[in-house]
């Protein structure tokens, strides 16, 4: 009875390091690891003895006879890695790296950003004795994207958190939460105050389409609308035209197909979530029937991952289909063309919503005076660089798609960093192996650009670990300036577990894993409001 790894795999690697028969690919140090869309369990070499279900984090590895109708797809595709991706060439089980023996005294970090990169290099930095770190974010809340960007149907993906949850307990650790490096506090005075300042600030804005119209109302960033939707403070009190019956989204990455799923759900299905309550108020409210989502390329080149591709084919209430098929891709079948031919091939069902994955279409212009009333687009074709990129060059007749609510999912992009070297064309901070300068570092988004899944960020954290200890190991770190020693700043680790159980304990009230509190008085107001004994009583309950 093989375990099978599911859609909300996270790549953090905790189940490679649990597994006592090296049967979970691909690892830490290997080729794919990173890059690839999952982990993946060999069912020749599995021994059944579900080390790896204690070790998740987000509950994604679960024994095949477990597996529901919509999640049997994952057993079929756990095999074909390993058909594809022979196991006996492959590394010696993946070890943690091991704890060093650093100089006398205590090494002091600052990490701005408390999302799982900013999370995940705390934990790194706490495996070695004589360390402390304060962790500094903008919003009173911490978790970053996990808590604002996936989606509220991904409750599973939201887990993780218990993980943070245990990774913010350990001794040494602080939060200073609702803290803005750059105006509360300077990017020259966390030098003073601390032996190393690491950067994990994610990437916080969308990419733009640049074509005319994108400023009218009714064009959307999604990154925004995600934001809106799971009660990101910045966007909790945003409003949307939710009364157009066709929406479109540019781009089709898993952002995309998330908010395809939440604007075609059933709210009453969305009201058991931690959805922001404006916009679960607005979704009922919403005359939303079909949402298009567009690709420039074709189906082989799209940017969703399998997992999500299988998670949208098995909607129960929503028609999925798909338009834009090239003639010639059956040359190059792939587990995701396979199931989106099967897709395309499906009888819609009567008075239902749907989502069309739209292929070889391009945006020409948003139309509308005073607000979007369309999107111009025009068909596609594919041509292969001599390096072997396959784009899309535009070829047809524009046509023209009725919306009144439009959004681009084109990527996330990081603001530049006050302080920092910036690299406009990448939108990265300049590093080596994460540093930045001796003192300096960086690690997730912002250092390797908006790739990889939660998971990712642990070794990207590694890495960037790795480099500072060097450095402090090597005395080329200047410890804190005398009489520079660091004020209490913003709120600490005692007030976000007193929002914690205020959201908790609001949720429990309406059968919900929580709702969340979007503006800054009422989370201030909880962080007051709940001293520490009743914090830990009410976690604790």
Same mark, same amino acid.
């Given at each position: ?18 597994? %006592? ?17 999952? !982990? ?36 079929? !595709? ?19 790296? @091991? ?50 960007? $996936? ?6 993906? @939201? ?25 509360? =506090? ?62 479109? *989204? ?8 998330? $908010? ?20 679960? &108020? ?27 591709? !299988? ?36 009888? %819609? ?51 023209? !798609?009725?919306?009144?609510? $439009? ?9 530049? *960093?006050?302080?920092?070297?910036? +690299?406009?064309?990448?939108?990265? =901070? ?34 960037? *670990? ?20 660091? %004020? ?5 680790? +005692? ?12 949720? &429990? ?5 929580? *709702? ?14 709940? +001293? ?10």
């Amino acid at each position: 009875m093989p375990y099978v790894v599911t859609r909300s795999c996270c790549a953090d690697a905790s189940c490679v390091l649990a597994c %006592p028969v090296n049967c979970i690919h691909p690892a830490p140090g290997e080729p794919g690891f990173g890059t690839a869309e999952m !982990l993946y369990v060999d069912p020749r070499t599995c021994v059944d003895c579900g080390a790896c279900t204690t070790a998740c984090p987000v509950d994604a590895l679960k024994p095949h006879t477990a597996l529901g109708e919509a999640e049997l797809p994952f057993l079929e !595709l756990n095999a074909r890695y390993y058909e594809e991706n022979p196991h006996a060439d492959r590394t010696p089980m993946y070890v943690v790296p @091991k704890q060093r023996t650093l100089p006398a005294g205590e090494l002091s970090v600052a990490v701005v950003g408390a999302g799982p990169a900013g999370l995940f290099a705390a934990d790194e930095l706490l495996r070695h004795p004589g360390v402390r770190v304060t962790v500094y974010d903008r919003l009173p809340t911490p978790y970053g994207l996990v808590r604002a960007g $996936v989606a509220p149907d991904h409750q599973d993906t @939201k887990q993780v958190t218990e993980l943070f949850r245990a990774i913010e307990s350990q001794p040494g650790f602080g939060y200073r939460l609702g803290v803005q490096v750059g105006t509360d =506090v300077t990017h020259e005075t966390l030098l003073r105050e601390h032996h190393a300042v690491l950067y994990a600030v994610g990437a916080a804005t969308g990419r733009r389409l640049g074509i005319e119209g994108e400023d009218l109302p009714g064009s959307v960033c999604a990154t925004d609308f995600v934001a809106w939707y799971n009660g990101h403070p910045d966007h909790a009190q945003d409003a949307y035209a939710l009364d157009t019956e066709r929406a479109v *989204v540019v781009g089709n990455g898993n952002v995309a197909l998330d $908010v395809a799923r939440i604007l075609t759900a059933d709210p009453e299905a969305l009201a058991r979530t931690d959805i922001s309550d404006r916009a679960l &108020a607005a979704l009922r409210a919403s005359r939303v029937r079909e949402v298009v989502l567009l690709g420039r390329r074709g189906p082989a080149q799209a940017a969703f991952t399998m997992p999500e591709l !299988l998670a949208l084919a098995a909607l129960q209430d929503v028609d999925v289909t798909v338009e834009g098929w090239p003639a010639d891709l059956a040359d190059d079948a792939t587990d995701k063309t396979r199931l989106l031919a099967e897709l395309a091939a499906r009888a %819609p069902g009567e008075g239902r919503r749907r989502i069309v994955l739209r292929f070889l279409t391009s945006p020409l212009r948003l139309v509308g005076e005073d607000a979007v009333r369309a999107l111009e687009v025009t068909p596609t074709v594919l041509h292969t660089d001599e390096d072997g990129t396959v784009r899309a060059r535009p070829e047809g007749a524009p046509q023209t !798609l009725e919306s009144g609510l $439009v959004l681009s999912s084109v990527g996330y992009r990081a603001r530049p *960093v006050p302080g920092l070297p910036f +690299d406009e064309d990448t939108a990265t =901070v300049p590093h080596e192996r994460g540093r930045v300068q001796p003192g300096v570092y960086v690690a997730g988004w912002v250092k390797r650009g908006p790739s990889g899944f939660i998971g990712t960020n642990k070794t990207c954290a590694q890495e960037t *670990v790795e480099s500072l200890l060097d450095d402090f190991t090597a005395g080329r770190l200047t410890g804190p300036e005398p009489g520079t020693e660091a %004020p209490v700043r913003g709120l600490g680790l +005692d007030a976000w577990r007193a929002i914690d159980a205020a959201e908790r304990a609001a949720g &429990a009230a309406q059968d919900r894993p929580r *709702v969340k509190l979007t503006d800054g008085a009422a989370l201030h107001g909880a962080a007051a409001a709940v +001293d520490a004994g009743q914090v830990a009583a009410a976690v604790r309950g």
